[in-house]
């Protein structure tokens, strides 16, 4: 998808209608128009890229500063108790746009969001050789 399409970076450059909630240099955080709760808020860097894997430490580094005080803001406005911090990356993993994102759900006892998530057991001696392949490829 170029940065042409990307319905992301047309918010960026305020092409289409956006309910914002925080803006700067670096990032864009917006509520979400189909949301799985109460201030359910997307956050998104300016620059475009497509996975987590793609950004530059430098931008990971500033993202991740603002996602920490986007979600602070959720929070107290909606009143939760918790929240859920959500980023798909690739189309197996559920990314509908290519543009890197985070979601902030904001969560209460008893919603009913991600109320199963399955367990995986690793079989025997699978867990030390996973680990040592991940290292390797750091």
């Not at 108790?81 to 969560?107: D, K, M």
Request: glycine share 8%; net charge negative.
């Amino acid at each position: 998808m170029s940065q042409d399409e990307c319905i992301f970076c047309k918010m960026v450059a305020d092409s289409i209608p956006t309910a914002k909630v925080y803006e700067d240099d670096v990032v864009l955080a917006f509520l979400d128009i189909g949301p799985l709760s109460d201030g359910h808020t997307l956050l998104i860097p300016k620059q475009h890229y497509t996975r987590i894997g793609d950004c530059p430490e430098d931008v990971l580094a500033a993202f991740c500063a603002r996602l920490g005080k986007v979600a602070r803001a959720v929070v107290a406005a909606v009143g939760a108790e918790g929240y859920n911090i959500l980023g798909n990356n690739g189309r197996s993993a559920g990314q509908l746009v290519e543009h890197v994102h985070f979601h902030i759900i904001p969560r209460r006892t008893g919603d009913g969001i991600f109320t199963n998530w399955p367990a995986y057991r690793y079989p025997q001696g699978r867990i030390e050789a996973l680990a040592a392949k991940i290292r390797e490829n750091l």
